[in-house]
């Protein structure tokens, strides 16, 4: 299993061991359960569908799908597999058995809509001369194409239009830190798209990489420290309450 789902939550900066400084993004990766699975005697193929997410109301078809997994799916996605995996319909798949610190992966994920946009904008077009006569062209697309032949414009034209919105691909990120506790995933560069945006994550390789400076190892010790205190203080305050209940008896 090369393939990992999750949700865009913030970008931000951390620094490494030898004190350089990375721009990563934050993603929430909370245990994927699995819907249904997949195999080659069945459906000629191998993959496991699985949930991500929640939301409040769904279609009836989803519904009964997963009204024995007491879900209500966001959405519900398959990773194909190149072998068979000792799972079954209700477990879970986290992270860590996907990834580990240092892997490099492929980034999928869905890029913000900037709706009609013209040729500048959408493919960097230089724009026309400013001067010599020329008042209204200076952000035009120019010639598209050729008079009598082929008395067409090519397929693949670069010209104004939507633009956006589409799933984009970015390459060369590296996992930097998985957090279990708080189901976080680092990885380093930008991931398209907004907050709460659904991610794709496909391992290609591993890199050396370094590891995070101390700190950020101190942040994940104080986090289970105040957990600890917390549990500490409500144990203590659940044996208080028998106590000044029986003096309130008296």
């Given at each position: 299993?090369?393939?990992?789902?999750?949700?865009?939550?913030?970008?931000?900066?951390?620094?490494?061991?030898?004190?350089?400084?990375?721009?990563?993004?934050?993603?929430?990766?909370?245990?994927?359960?699995?819907?249904?699975?997949?195999?080659?005697?069945?459906?000629?193929?191998?993959a496991l569908q699985v949930s991500i997410g929640?939301?409040?109301?769904?279609?009836?078809?989803?519904?009964?799908?997963?009204?024995?997994?007491?879900?209500?799916?966001?959405?519900?996605?398959?990773?194909?597999?190149?072998?068979?995996?000792?799972?079954?319909?209700?477990?879970?798949?986290?992270?860590?058995?996907?990834f580990k610190v240092g892997d490099e992966i492929?980034?999928?994920?869905?890029?913000?809509?900037?709706?009609?946009?013209?040729?500048?904008?959408?493919?960097?077009?230089?724009?026309?001369?400013?001067?010599?006569?020329?008042?209204?062209?200076?952000?035009?697309?120019?010639?598209?194409?050729?008079?009598?032949?082929?008395?067409?414009?090519?397929?693949?034209?670069?010209?104004?239009?939507?633009?956006?919105?589409?799933?984009?691909?970015?390459?060369?990120?590296?996992?930097v830190k998985i957090d279990e506790a708080q189901?976080?995933?680092?990885?380093?560069?930008?991931?398209?798209?907004?907050?709460?945006?659904?991610?794709?994550?496909?391992?290609?390789?591993?890199?050396?990489?370094?590891?995070?400076?101390?700190?950020?190892?101190?942040?994940?010790?104080?986090?289970?420290?105040?957990?600890?205190?917390?549990?500490?203080?409500?144990?203590?305050?659940?044996?208080?309450?028998?106590?000044?209940?029986?003096?309130?008896?008296?």
């Amino acid at each position: 299993m090369k393939s990992f789902y999750g949700l865009k939550k913030d970008q931000t900066h951390v620094y490494n061991k030898d004190g350089k400084r990375l721009f990563i993004t934050r993603l929430v990766v909370n245990p994927l359960k699995i819907v249904q699975v997949k195999t080659t005697d069945k459906e000629q193929y191998n993959a496991l569908q699985v949930s991500i997410g929640t939301k409040k109301r769904n279609t009836k078809a989803i519904v009964g799908h997963v009204k024995d997994l007491n879900l209500n799916p966001l959405h519900l996605k398959e990773i194909n597999l190149e072998q068979t995996l000792d799972k079954k319909r209700g477990d879970e798949v986290k992270v860590s058995e996907v990834f580990k610190v240092g892997d490099e992966i492929q980034v999928h994920s869905r890029s913000k809509g900037k709706g009609f946009a013209g040729a500048m904008k959408r493919w960097n077009f230089k724009g026309g001369p400013k001067t010599h006569g020329q008042s209204d062209r200076a952000r035009a697309v120019g010639s598209i194409g050729q008079g009598t032949s082929p008395g067409r414009i090519w397929k693949g034209k670069r010209m104004p239009g939507h633009m956006g919105d589409a799933i984009a691909c970015v390459r060369g990120s590296v996992v930097v830190k998985i957090d279990e506790a708080q189901n976080e995933l680092w990885i380093t560069g930008s991931v398209p798209g907004t907050r709460n945006n659904l991610v794709r994550l496909t391992k290609v390789g591993e890199t050396k990489f370094a590891g995070l400076d101390k700190r950020y190892e101190k942040q994940e010790s104080s986090i289970e420290n105040k957990e600890a205190e917390v549990d500490i203080k409500q144990e203590a305050n659940q044996e208080v309450k028998p106590e000044i209940k029986e003096e309130e008896q008296k």
